[in-house]
């Protein structure tokens, strides 16, 4: 069992930066990879950003390439996303996702947190 919990959500103006944290703990040793998701109203849930585990290699969204930044922390159990310039289109609900395996789909990701509210106002 593996629990995630996410934090740092809010409302920020747009061009600015907001960090966002996810405590992992529970079976963490399982873990391969942890991921961050967004899905805004009306839409479909999307893929940011991932970071792997074991060499702290990460990959990134199109979209969000250049603006977002994932981080670990081995010590703390924590996963870090960091978005700097942000913009209306980064209004959505957030989600922290653990994988054990692959990470080429939504369903390799088998815990998932509560989610926190993003809101980047015009």
């Known amino acids: 069992q593996v629990q995630l919990v996410e934090s ?4 920020v103006q747009a061009g600015g930066s907001l960090r966002l944290s996810c405590a992992v703990s529970g079976r963490t040793f399982s ?3 942890t ?3 967004r899905q ?12 792997n585990w074991s ?3 990460t990959y990134y969204a199109g979209s969000v390439k250049g603006r977002f930044t ?11 996303l960091q978005m ?24 390799d990701y088998a815990y998932w947190g509560q989610g926190t509210q993003v ?3 015009s």
């Open 8 to 11: 740092g959500g809010g409302l």
């Open 31 to 33: 873990i391969y990879a």
């Open 35 to 37: 991921a961050w998701f």
């Open 40 to 51: 805004a109203p009306g839409k479909e849930r999307e893929f940011v950003g991932t970071i």
């Open 55 to 57: 060499d702290d290699s």
């Open 70 to 80: 994932i981080s670990r922390d081995n010590a703390k159990n924590t996963v870090d």
């Open 84 to 107: 700097n310039k942000l913009n209306s289109e980064d209004t959505a609900v957030y989600y922290c996702a653990a994988a054990r395996g692959s990470t080429l789909f939504q369903s």
């Open 119 to 121: 809101t980047v106002s």
